[in-house]
């Protein structure tokens, strides 16, 4: 079966850190570009971060650059969301997401680009 599944969310204090994991099955994880999303209540999903399959191109929306890390095993399936200094704001739903492009080189944020979806994962940041 063709999916990915997201990990390692959890209920945190501001200023620490969680890893997301996204593990893949049943498609040549290597050759897709992953996307991480996120959707918070009451608000649109929105992109948070990009990596594409030769792992030449990574993209973060701006209010989490400098605190989010993304990265990718393709020897383990999985990509993952490294996030410290965690905010209130952080508080989401995070979903990944995978699709195979013809140039190595790309990845987008936009999940409408993004052929296989997970059911995400729950991050919340509370004192």
């Known amino acids: 079966q063709i999916k990915v599944v997201e990990s390692g969310g959890a209920l945190v204090q501001p200023g620490e850190s969680l890893r997301l994991s996204c593990t893949a099955s049943?498609?040549?994880?290597?050759?897709?570009?992953i996307g991480w999303f996120r959707q918070a209540p009451g608000r649109e999903r929105e992109g948070v971060s990009c990596i594409s399959s030769d792992d030449g191109s990574r993209y973060y929306t701006g209010s989490v650059k400098g605190r989010f890390t993304i990265s990718r095993d393709n020897a383990k399936d999985t990509a993952y969301l490294q996030m410290m200094n965690l905010k209130p704001e952080d508080t989401a739903v995070y979903y990944c997401?995978?699709?195979?492009?013809?140039?190595?080189?790309?990845?987008?944020?936009?999940?409408?680009?993004?052929?296989?979806r997970g059911q995400g994962t729950q991050v919340t940041v509370s004192s």
């Open positions: 049943g498609f040549m994880f290597g050759y897709y570009a």
């Open positions: 997401a995978a699709v195979q492009r013809a140039f190595s080189n790309w990845c987008g944020m936009d999940i409408e680009d993004y052929t296989i």
